[in-house]
């Protein structure tokens, strides 16, 4: 589980109305048969001492160099006045993308006991 933190935003609405283009970045074909290569999500942070600042968080159940090259990929679309920052998540933040990845895959979860 990695986030890419996308910093720099002057509120949430301007951090959140990069979604759109950062979703057909990863997502090019929207219909496609699922399960998503990488599993993603998106929440937003405050940045910063004072919370005068935004960031876009983008959380991916992946490799940490799959990782590492999606950031590369949001870094070009973002442009070079944000900062955009790889780091390891916390699963129990991302509940939701955990089981999603769970059940696209055919998983069981690991709160699931014997039958269930």
């Given amino acids: 589980m990695y986030e890419i933190r ?3 935003y002057p509120s949430t609405e301007a951090a959140l109305a990069l979604q ?13 048969a699922p399960p998503c290569e990488v599993p993603w999500s ?10 005068a600042s935004t ?3 983008l959380g991916v159940y992946t490799s940490g160099g799959q990782a590492t090259q999606m950031a590369a990929r949001v870094r070009a679309l973002a442009g070079e006045t944000r900062s955009v920052a790889v ?3 916390d699963a129990g933040e991302w509940e939701e993308l955990v089981e999603q990845y769970r059940f ?13």
């Avoid at 759109?20 to 496609?32: E, F, Q, R, T, W």
């Fill in 6 to 8: 996308i910093a720099g």
């Fill in 20 to 32: 759109d283009p950062i979703k057909h970045l990863l997502c090019p074909d929207p219909d496609h």
């Fill in 42 to 51: 998106f929440t937003v942070a405050d940045d910063g001492p004072d919370d």
């Fill in 55 to 57: 960031a876009l968080v």
């Fill in 87 to 89: 780091r390891e998540g």
């Fill in 104 to 116: 696209e895959r055919g998983l069981r979860s690991e709160r699931s006991g014997p039958g269930q």
